[in-house]
Nanobody, 121 residues
Framework: QVQLVESGGGLVQAGGSLSLSCEAS????????MGWYRQAPGKQRELVAM???????NYADSVKDRFSISKDSAWRTVYLQMNNLKREDTGVYYC???????????????WGQGTQVTVSS
């Protein structure tokens, strides 16, 4: 069973920075893409940033030039560096992965438990 375990998040003032990380754990799986979604109270879950196995990055327009997604060389952990945070960045951030388990099968979505990010004014 593949698990996505998030860390980071918390409370920060507007203009500050936070970083999130997400580690995929398990045995015998492959990853096509990993990234982050967020959900604010009363709103739908939305894509924040995604990175593919070959390093292609995709960002929501609202976070471009402020957030940066990266991955480790083992392709098991992704990081989200969030700078110049705004109140509207507040929400629960969920790690997402397109996981092939076993690795020769089609990718299926996996989600982490979520971590709270709160930006105060």
């Amino acid at each position: 069973q593949v698990q996505l375990v998030e860390s980071g998040g918390g409370l920060v003032q507007a203009g500050g920075s936070l970083s999130l990380s997400c580690e995929a754990s398990g045995v015998g799986f492959g990853i096509d893409a990993m990234g982050w979604y967020r959900q604010a109270p009363g709103k739908q879950r939305e894509l924040v940033a995604m990175i593919t196995r070959i390093g292609i990055r995709n960002y929501a327009d609202s976070v471009k030039d402020r957030f940066s997604i990266s991955k480790d060389s083992a392709w098991r952990t992704v990081y989200l560096q969030m700078n110049n945070l705004k109140r509207e960045d507040t929400g629960v951030y969920y790690c997402y992965g397109d996981i092939r388990n076993p690795p020769y099968t089609s990718a299926r979505p996996r989600w982490g438990q979520g971590t709270q990010v709160t930006v105060s004014s």
